[in-house]
């Protein structure tokens, strides 16, 4: 008891005594208004911002205590939450002022922002939250497969707003694409393609080749998974290392497509996809190799079909509706033959175009020499229209050839010159005659949605100047072809890009 006595009043000095210890600390301390965030005016909500476009944001800052707002007092970031490469996210600085000031190379796509603002004197920081949109107007124009340096690279005119065309330098990289291309530039495409079977759920084909490979990318955002590559198209054997060499749409959501030597062919409203070559003939039980052309009627599914050229057996061979296989040509008989669908040669360059109603042309040569030969049918009926050697200036040493489709020219080039063919005459004229640049592409271009796009009769030609940097060397000028064998008159002329291989239209 006595014990309990004594704790119970050592409980009550120590409480005496700390009461004591309080009183004697009050007004000890000097209490300081702190300088705090009122208000940020000036900074909506929401802010979009155009993919490669000037980003600018300047916020008005009030502090209570800092009425005149006396920028050096803080400092400032402006970050956002975006991907981290891993799977993740992680915090992006933007930059590090009062005012934003940018040109925005963040990815398409909608993230999380914050504008903070801290106190020097305090090191307090604020912060307020806002939504950053993104978005990508390069959605149309002329995307194009260049070699930079041996290597595959894409470039693009992209159509601006204002209906010209901007450069767009490594396409793939600039919009945040995970694709990478390895391997030299072989080829670029696009087509309708109807729902692609597979997780990625795309009905428009961007495709890339090299040859290392082929693939396609989202034809909106240029994102890319491995699932995209060409192989997830096609069922059975696929040769070791395939790449494809050309691609042509062939009427509604349907196409050909050559790779090692093979040709395939895709139809997804009958749910056929790349899967056994084509380049097989029943009646011999033999199967051939092809020239990487395409040519025939591709307007109607119904009635189309196309023209290959057998390498194995030199001669023209034929594909219609669904047919699993190839068609040998038989011959015309009597006045109606000018020439033998088995010809004997090697295959310079095939297309079918629009001319006299619809014809295929094809350049050919002597197998060991240098004389080229023109043959031209119905790839309908068969009816041969055509043939003869072409006498054209320097033909010898073409390098590449276009066919005009609505007039029947045929343009070749050796180094920088570029020449015109009158078949009736047979007489050439040098249309393009350039000392310093060379020729890396020339073609007519086939616009799919013929009712919005016009040009298919124009001229295109790729240029590339050696003594200027590979990436930028490149050039792109466009012509008109008059008849009766006029000079060509330049619509537009483009450059600044990589030396263009091969090119597509990014139809909208």
């Given amino acids: 008891m006595k014990n309990f006595i004594y704790i119970k009043l050592l ?52 502090f209570t205590l800092d009425p005149n707002f006396d920028e050096s007092k803080y400092t400032y970031e402006w970050y ?27 990815v398409a796509g909608s993230y999380s922002a914050y504008y903070a603002v801290t106190d020097k004197a305090s090191g307090v920081k604020y912060r307020t939250s806002f939504t950053l949109k993104v978005v990508n107007e390069i959605n149309e124009g002329w995307i194009m497969m260049c070699d930079v340096n041996g290597k595959a690279q894409v470039d693009m005119l992209s159509l601006n707003t204002s209906g010209n065309f ?16 390895e391997g030299k530039p072989v080829m670029t495409y696009t087509h309708n ?148 669908f088995t010809t004997g040669m090697d295959l310079v360059f095939m297309k079918w175009i629009s001319f006299n109603g619809g014809e295929v042309f094809a350049v050919l040569k002597e197998p060991g020499g240098s004389r080229k030969f023109l043959a031209r049918f119905n790839s309908a009926n068969l009816v041969q229209s055509y043939y003869d050697e072409i006498t054209g200036t320097e033909i010898a040493n073409a390098e590449k050839f276009a066919f005009s489709p609505d007039l029947g020219y045929i343009f070749y080039n050796v180094g920088g010159k570029v020449y015109e063919y009158d078949m009736v005459y047979k007489t050439s004229k040098l249309m393009i005659n350039s000392e310093t640049k060379k020729i890396s592409y020339l073609k007519f271009y086939d616009f799919k949605s013929t009712g919005k796009y016009t040009g298919s009769n124009k001229l295109m030609v790729g240029t590339y100047d050696t003594a200027k940097p590979e990436g930028t060397n490149g050039g792109l000028d466009i012509y008109t072809v008059p008849p009766v064998n006029g000079d060509l008159v330049l619509d537009k002329s483009y450059s600044g890009f990589g030396k263009i291989i091969d090119l597509t239209y990014r139809e909208r």
């Fill in 11 to 62: 409980f009550v000095f120590i409480i005496a005594i700390s009461i004591g210890a309080c009183k004697k600390d009050l007004g000890n301390y000097t209490y300081k208004e702190l300088n705090k965030l009122d208000t940020i005016a000036d900074l909506p909500k929401e802010i979009i911002a155009v993919y490669g476009k000037q980003l600018k944001i300047e916020p008005k800052v009030k």
């Fill in 80 to 106: 956002y939450m975006g991907p981290n490469g891993l799977g993740g996210t992680k915090l992006h600085t933007i930059a590090k002022t009062k005012n934003l000031d940018v040109t925005t190379s963040i």
């Fill in 166 to 181: 901007d450069v767009v330098h490594d396409l793939l990289k600039t919009v945040g694409s995970e694709l990478q291309l």
């Fill in 193 to 340: 393609t109807g729902l692609l079977i597979g997780p990625d759920a795309i009905s428009y084909g961007l495709y890339f080749g090299t040859d290392k490979g082929t693939t396609k990318v989202d034809p909106n955002t240029f994102k890319w998974t491995p699932t995209m590559t060409l192989n997830y198209e096609m069922f059975g054997a696929i040769p070791p290392g395939f790449y494809a060499t050309a691609m042509q749409q062939r009427g509604s959501n349907s196409a050909y497509m050559i790779g090692a030597g093979n040709v395939y062919y895709y139809n997804r409203p009958q749910n056929t996809y790349f899967s056994a070559p084509l380049n097989y003939i029943n009646a011999e039980q033999k199967a051939f190799e092809v020239e990487p052309y395409i040519a025939g009627y591709i307007f109607a599914s119904s009635t189309s079909h196309a023209i290959f050229y057998d390498k194995t057996n030199k001669r023209f061979v034929k594909h219609s509706g669904e047919a699993s296989t190839c068609v040998t040509l038989p011959d015309p008989t009597g006045d109606a033959k000018k020439f033998s």
